[in-house]
């Protein structure tokens, strides 16, 4: 059984940082890219970065390019997402996933950027 346990979310001012942290098991996630993703209230599931299995080869969507930094730690089955220079704009639910569509996630970790 797949399971992803994501964490690290948080209430933020402009400006600030988040680390999140998705701890994954059930698969071979050694041998697989992993994906984020996140979700605002009403709106629909968007892809944030991606993330090679070696960890080498990374992608992130042109709204974070920049400001946030994607990276794993294959030993501990964890793919991390850096958040930086946060905006009201990326409130939503984080969400990892080792699918292309994010069919597969796990329950999210809320980020929430307000002043």
């Known amino acids: 059984e797949v399971q992803l346990v994501e964490s690290g979310g948080g209430v933020v001012q402009p400006g600030g940082s988040l680390l999140l942290s998705c701890v994954a098991s059930g698969f071979g996630f050694k041998d697989s890219w992993m994906y984020w993703f996140r979700q605002a209230p009403g709106k629909e599931l968007e892809k944030v970065s991606s993330i090679a299995s070696s960890g080498v080869g990374k992608n992130y969507d042109h709204f974070v390019r920049g400001r946030f930094t994607i990276s794993r730690n294959n030993a501990k089955n964890t793919v991390y997402l850096q958040l930086n220079r946060l905006n009201p704009d990326d409130t939503a639910m984080y969400y990892c996933?080792?699918?292309?569509?994010?069919?597969?996630r796990g329950r999210g970790t809320q980020v929430t950027v307000s002043s």
């Open positions: 996933s080792p699918d292309l569509n994010g069919r597969r």
